[in-house]
């Protein structure tokens, strides 16, 4: 290899790369935000019925000796408490990893 190759090849590549996002950039991004707020009211919504109906068929399995009704309620409970978790969290753990990536 010759020695100024690698001195054109270091030269042609960027050293000082500076890109942020931006909230204007793009038409949409509005109601993008509005659409994905809307998704979470929905998610969280849902995960509280989960949640609800779960606890009456844990409820019932109890109550009625049937341990496989019992089970599938505790399971169901676990599954909406963990659906609310990762609903609400979804911003925080984005925001995180953004943060993560940009200290890399």
Do not use: C, E, Y
């Not at 019932?60 to 089970?71: C, I, T």
Request: proline share 5%.
């Amino acid at each position: 290899m010759k020695p100024g190759l690698l001195t054109t090849i270091v030269s042609l590549i960027p050293q000082d790369i500076s890109i942020s996002p931006n909230g204007n950039g793009l038409p949409g991004i509005g109601q993008l935000r509005s659409i994905v707020g809307a998704s979470m009211t929905v998610g969280l919504i849902l995960a509280v019925l989960a949640l609800i109906i779960s606890a009456i068929v844990w409820a019932l399995g109890a109550n009625s000796s049937n341990p496989h009704l019992a089970g599938r309620g505790k399971l169901g409970v676990l599954v909406g408490v963990g659906a609310a978790i990762i609903t609400g969290a979804s911003v925080a753990l984005v925001n995180f990893f953004w943060n993560v990536g940009q200290s890399v």
